[in-house]
């Protein structure tokens, strides 16, 4: 079948669906390290892995509204400055799972771990596209509505056979500050083939689908891409909308994420003994937009403590820090005591002072995207 080539996989990956392969670690790896090892990273795909074994005939071909068109290879993506860049991808869908128990919504179920946080390294998207005539941004200058388009090689039944594709605006596409990246390694080693390989694209802060794997061109076009993942999903509807009323053309698609907590050192029901319980977790904003404050709760929110936060080894983060990885979640720990059964919260306010909003309901959307509400898991204590 088009599916006998998938690649090895870890064995603790919980499954959500198998053809294409989609999978996310237990929470628990998530806290286990800063950075997510490539192995315990969530795998979100739409169609077959492409297997692409001749780098000697990969090439990306960067067209469209451009002055000069070219066909990139690796060499010439390995001769430009690399970057690595610590960026926490995330799915729209994750905790979808969670908001379909309230109504029910369509698409893959996830817990709370289609989110991981890894090095990219690569060439900046804004080097490359100098490669080929495109100036890099400036303050003055005026791109219209232009967009960056990438189209991947992989086939998906959405595009009916073709490839996924997504666009972001150019204004982003060719600002170094935004550090989007054309990736080749993960955590330090070569793309495997599940997050990629040979060519990724990684558009830090914004939500997951817009990182398009398997770079097959880029196309340089007067608006955003007209592909199914931009037009026909992935953009965020009131709860009033279902699918008998829906109108596709009245919202724009979703690009950067919101800001997101997870509680990762418990389950969503556990049962403890009286006494301290550790709630570690992770919790990222979108846009580069730091984390400020995680809270965390035994009383349902009437009463806060405030979690410790860490990035890199254990170092203690501080939101103004200019040494702070503004791409990556934060990891955050707190000691709580536990005398009765109870729920324990968490919810993150980021650098903008947006917060997680309390309840799912009130942003219930039919295809159950950022489901970004306070996390909540139940403690029963046992004697
Ligand atoms: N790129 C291609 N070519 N095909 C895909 O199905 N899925 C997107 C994005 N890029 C996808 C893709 C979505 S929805 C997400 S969340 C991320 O890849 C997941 O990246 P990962 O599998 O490396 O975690
Ligand atoms: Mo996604």
Request: with cysteine.
């Amino acid at each position: 079948s088009e599916y006998s080539r998938e690649p090895p996989r870890h064995p603790s990956l919980i499954v959500n669906s198998k053809e294409p392969f989609n999978a996310e670690p237990p929470r628990s790896a998530l806290v286990s390290s800063y950075v997510t090892p490539v192995d315990m990273f969530y795998k979100r795909n739409h169609g077959p892995i492409p297997l692409l074994d001749d780098l000697d005939s990969y090439y990306v071909t960067i067209h469209g509204l451009i002055e000069c068109p070219k066909k990139i290879s690796m060499r010439d993506l390995w001769a430009l400055p690399k970057y690595n860049v610590t960026a926490t991808l995330q799915c729209a869908g994750n905790r979808r799972t969670a908001m379909s128990k309230v109504r029910k919504v369509r698409g893959v179920g996830w817990g709370v771990s289609a989110i991981g946080n890894a090095v990219w390294g690569g060439a900046k998207l804004a080097d490359v596209l100098e490669l080929v005539g495109v100036p890099k941004l400036t303050s003055g200058t005026t791109l219209g509505g232009k967009h960056v388009e990438f189209v991947s090689i992989d086939k998906c039944k959405e595009e009916n056979g073709g490839p996924y594709k997504a666009s972001i605006p150019l204004s982003q596409a060719t600002n170094p500050e935004a550090d989007v990246l054309l990736a080749y390694e993960m955590n330090g080693e070569t793309l495997n083939r599940d997050h990629g390989y040979p060519l990724r694209v990684v558009v830090p802060g914004v939500i997951g689908a817009r990182s398009v794997k398997w770079l097959d061109s880029i196309n340089v076009i007067a608006e955003e891409c007209q592909g199914f993942f931009m037009q026909r999903d992935y953009k965020m509807f009131p709860p009033s909308v279902d699918w008998d009323n829906i109108d596709w053309a009245t919202r724009k698609p979703q690009m950067d994420f919101p800001v997101q907590c997870a509680i990762c050192s418990l389950d969503d029901v556990n049962t403890v003994q009286p006494g301290k319980v550790k709630v570690s977790g992770y919790a990222a904003s979108g846009g580069g937009r730091g984390i400020e404050r995680v809270d965390i709760s035994i009383d349902g929110g009437k009463n806060w403590v405030e979690a410790s936060r860490y990035q890199k080894d254990g170092f203690p983060y501080v939101s103004s820090d200019i040494c702070s990885d503004k791409w990556a979640w934060v990891l955050f720990e707190a000691t709580v005591d536990i005398s009765h059964s109870t729920e324990i919260v968490a919810k993150a306010v980021d650098a903008a002072a947006n917060v997680q909003p309390e309840n799912v309901e009130t942003i219930w959307n039919l295809r159950g995207i950022l489901n970004t509400s306070w996390h909540r898991v139940q403690v029963r204590v046992g004697h």
